[in-house]
């Protein structure tokens, strides 16, 4: 049995649908207002919980063999890196090894390691991974750049715009992964023997300039792209004004800073390990973009 945190999310449906593929038993902790019937139709059993809630957890890790944690702060859970990416992860990581699971599979950030401090987000997953690696637990923790999907809605407003909006650097790099690809490799975790109690930087094909990605855009959808790139002294400005009014969104907005000004890819190396790992190409942005937006 696998439970799967933070299952209704873009990588989590992606996780239990795969599992679910596979003829593999899978228990999806999510929330009593998100929408899991497809979760149901898929097969998985739904635990309905509140990951604030430490009883819920350890009640969840019964029965359990295996345990991928995809959850993350957003908007529904309004943003609590604290609760959300540190604490629930820590008393999950506790209930799990109460529940003497086997294998536990920790969704990071690439560039956890790096001392952002004014990035809340990046400070709860490094911090969790410190805990991890000293459980006692075996796991293998993961660190993504940026999600394919969540340039879906982005690629969807192009369309209808040509409008790109680029905070800040154009040519900072990043590896943006497939969503389906790190749903691959977080389940094969388990069972892949290179991949037990390691720490592995997981991006797409190709390290692209933040501009190659309006480029791809325009590619899929025959337009030329109307690049804005305000400078990132504009988003210091907003968040000057709303640390007067709202210190937590001012907050919430340094992972975002940190996230745009700084570079976040894989070198071909480690592209090249893990496709060697898990025996697999990893596949480009393009690509992914071309299969789910059906042109």
């Excluded at 604030?52 to 959850?71: F, P, W």
């Excluded at 023997?193 to 959808?221: C, K, M, Y």
């Excluded at 340094?254 to 700084?262: E, Q």
Aim: charged share 20%; proline share 3%; aromatic share 8%.
């Amino acid at each position: 049995m696998f439970l799967v945190t933070g299952a209704t999310g873009g990588l989590g449906r992606k996780i239990v649908s795969l599992l679910r593929q596979r003829g593999q038993a899978v228990r999806a902790f999510v929330r009593l207002t998100s929408r899991y019937g497809d979760l149901e139709q898929r097969g998985a059993e739904v635990f309905i919980g509140d990951l604030q809630q430490e009883r819920e957890i350890q009640k969840a890790c019964q029965g359990v063999q295996y345990v991928i944690s995809a959850h993350g702060s957003n908007e529904f859970n309004r943003g609590k890196p604290e609760a959300i990416d540190y604490r629930a992860n820590i008393d999950l990581i506790d209930a799990a090894k109460a529940a003497g699971v086997q294998h536990f599979v920790f969704i990071s950030v690439l560039g956890a390691d790096r001392g952002y401090e004014d990035a809340p987000v990046f400070k709860a997953k490094w911090a969790v991974e410190q805990y991890l690696r000293a459980s006692g637990l075996n796991y293998t923790i993961l660190r993504p750049s940026g999600f394919s999907s969540n340039l879906l809605p982005l690629a969807e407003r192009f369309e209808q715009t040509g409008i790109y909006l680029l905070i800040g650097d154009a040519k900072i790099r990043t590896s943006i992964v497939s969503t389906d690809d790190l749903a691959r490799i977080a389940v094969d975790s388990v069972a892949v023997e290179g991949a037990r109690n390691q720490t592995l930087s997981v991006g797409g094909a190709q390290a692209l300039t933040r501009d190659e990605i309006p480029r791809i855009f325009g590619r899929i959808f025959n337009r030329e792209p109307l690049i804005i790139n305000p400078p990132l002294a504009a988003l210091d400005a907003v968040r000057a004004l709303l640390g007067v009014v709202s210190p937590d969104s001012r907050q919430a907005l340094g992972t975002l800073r940190s996230l745009l000004a700084n570079e976040f890819f894989c070198t071909p190396s480690e592209i090249q390990h893990l496709e060697t790992l898990f025996n697999f190409k990893m596949e480009t942005l393009e690509s992914y973009l071309r299969r789910h937006l059906s042109v």
